[in-house]
Structures are given as C-alpha cells and as structure tokens.
Nanobody
Framework: QVQLVESGGGLVQAGGSLRLSCAAS????????MGWFRQAPGKEREFVAD????????YYADSVKGRFTISRDNAKNTVALQMNSLKPEDTAVYFC????????????????WGQGTQVTVSS
C-alpha cells in the first residue's frame, strides 16, 4: 500500500503560480511512477503530468506544457507540480497518483490516489 497526501492548493489570480506537493508513505516510493491528474466539476478526470520512478522521464498534457513542471525527490518521498501562468481553465481538484514502474496518462492504470487538493484560478 502507498498513502498519498496532496497539499498546496488554493485561490490564485490568473497569471499567478502555485506549487502542489504530494507526500507518499508506505512502500518504497522510488519503485513507483507518479502522475498528477485533475478534475473539474462535471468533467472527467484528466491527465496533467507524469514522471518516471527515477525522475528521468516526464510527460505533460498539451494544455499545461510549458507552464507546469513535475518533479520528485525520492529521498523525501515527495512529488511536486509547479504551476505557472495559471489560467481560469486550470481550476479543478488536483490529484496525485502512483503506479508500478511505468508511467501512464490513463487514470484507471494508477493503483493509488490521494484525496485531492482544490486549485481555483480567478479571472
């Protein structure tokens, strides 16, 4: 089992920045690929970014490419999502998730999920 807890959400004006963090506990964190997803009201959960177990490979949704950066610190069992140049359409609940070994953009392929943190971007 892996337990995930997100933090860092909040209310920010368009153009601003937020840094989300996800703390993991349980099985060795470095064994897991990590992803960030988001879900807006009335919409399906969508992929935002993922990072391989080593941190050497990252992948982003087109909608956030160039604005968001995913990173991880295996010594501290954390994964972060730096969000810059935020837009109102980035408003959603953001979730971190873990799966074994290989990254994926598909939510159903992730085994472990955090409870989510709300990000609201005002115009």
């Amino acid at each position: 089992q892996v337990q995930l807890v997100e933090s860092g959400g909040g209310l920010v004006q368009a153009g601003g920045s937020l840094r989300l963090s996800c703390a993991a506990s349980g099985r060795p964190f470095s064994r897991y690929a990590m992803g960030w997803f988001r879900q807006a009201p009335g919409k399906e959960r969508e992929f935002v970014a993922d990072i391989s177990w080593s941190g050497g490979t990252t992948y982003y949704a087109d909608s956030v490419k160039g604005r968001f950066t995913i990173s991880r610190d295996n010594a501290k069992n954390t994964v972060a999502l730096q969000m810059n140049s935020l837009k109102p359409e980035d408003t959603a609940v953001y979730f971190c998730a873990a799966r074994g070994h290989v990254v994926s953009t598909t939510p159903s392929e992730y085994n472990y999920w955090g409870q989510g943190t709300q990000v609201t971007v005002s115009s």
